[in-house]
């Protein structure tokens, strides 16, 4: 076993705001998360994965999640779309099925232009190359469901691959590249830490932990790496981070809350991260 990876799960605007915060106080600290061989993103963690894989400065993301949000509205799921989701869910139980009809919903359920939303992906990401170094980003295909890892040689730009994994089905529209469609990563788990099997040290960021239906929670995936050998931890966030981010992990108005919430934690789990990433 080899190597070191960082799994970066999802959780919406205010999930990015807390991972900030948490890899800014980790560096305040001295532990440097972005040494990762390998840094594997689902949904927000996506958009954090690719900003830290590009060099971006994490301070200067962290004073931008504390940025005044009055113009910007919170997204929801209206009562409507909330029902046909939930009819996605029901009939049979196979995760791809399931997810397949996700897919559909997703592609049927009027929301913003995808050309708009890409636009506010990019804008996300300072550097619009995949870099050199490893980065997978996760998303499921709207047509048949299946699990997609998305990386530098899958033939599909770094901005669509992360709009992709963040494609909220009925919130955001699947977005069109690698000759199909794809929608958020996290349908199939909210972290997807299994990416991570036959690494030697395994850090897993997970705004959220539990699975709704067909979704594999983060815990089983832990348990796994940990029988297969791996040192791993995961961390989710605290009471106070919990108060800070709220109901709604896709309203604006949480963002620098959450951000601070997530520097304040990370003064309390600096040495248990450190023990898994730097220990002996």
């Known amino acids: 076993m080899t190597g070191r990876v960082?799994?970066?799960?999802?959780?919406?605007?205010?999930?990015?705001?807390?991972?900030?915060?948490?890899?800014?106080?980790?560096?305040?600290?001295?532990?440097?998360?972005r040494a990762?061989?390998?840094i594997v993103g689902t949904s927000a963690g996506s958009v954090v994965g690719a900003q830290l894989a590009t060099g971006?400065?994490?301070?200067?993301?962290?004073?931008?999640?504390?940025?005044?949000?009055?113009?910007?509205?919170?997204a929801t799921l209206g009562r409507g779309a909330m029902l046909r989701l939930g009819l996605a869910l029901l009939g049979p139980r196979d995760p791809q099925r399931v997810r397949a009809r996700i897919g559909r919903f997703a592609r049927t359920t009027a929301t913003v232009p995808e050309a708009e939303r890409l636009a506010v992906i990019g804008r996300r990401l300072p550097v619009h190359d995949w870099p050199e170094r490893?980065?997978?980003?996760?998303?499921?295909?709207?047509?048949?469901g299946a699990f997609r890892v998305?990386?530098?040689?899958?033939?599909?730009?770094?901005?669509?691959?992360?709009?992709?994994?963040?494609?909220?089905?009925?919130?955001?529209?699947?977005v069109t590249t690698g000759g199909t469609r794809f929608v958020d990563g996290g349908v199939r788990s909210p972290v997807n830490a299994d990416l991570a099997h036959g690494a030697e040290r395994v850090v897993v960021l997970a705004p959220i932990v539990r699975g709704i239906g067909?979704?594999?929670?983060?815990?089983?995936?832990?348990?796994?790496?940990r029988a297969a050998g791996s040192r791993v931890l995961l961390v989710a966030p605290d009471a106070a981070a919990v108060t800070a981010i709220g109901r709604n992990v896709l309203d604006p108005a949480r963002r620098a809350g959450s951000a601070?919430?997530?520097?304040a934690q990370a003064a309390d789990v600096t040495d248990a991260i450190a023990a898994v990433w730097d220990g002996a």
């Open 214 to 225: 067909p979704q594999i929670g983060a815990a089983p995936q832990v348990e796994a790496l």
């Open 134 to 144: 490893s980065l997978r980003i996760t998303a499921v295909d709207a047509h048949d």
């Open 56 to 74: 971006v400065d994490v301070e200067q993301r962290y004073a931008a999640q504390l940025v005044d949000p009055t113009g910007e509205v919170a």
């Open 36 to 38: 990762a061989d390998d």
């Open 150 to 174: 998305l990386d530098r040689t899958s033939g599909v730009p770094l901005v669509h691959a992360v709009a992709s994994s963040c494609a909220v089905p009925g919130v955001y529209p699947p």
């Open 6 to 33: 960082l799994v970066l799960g999802g959780g919406g605007i205010t999930g990015i705001a807390w991972m900030l915060g948490m890899l800014a106080g980790l560096a305040e600290r001295g532990v440097d998360l």
């Open 260 to 263: 601070r919430a997530g520097r």
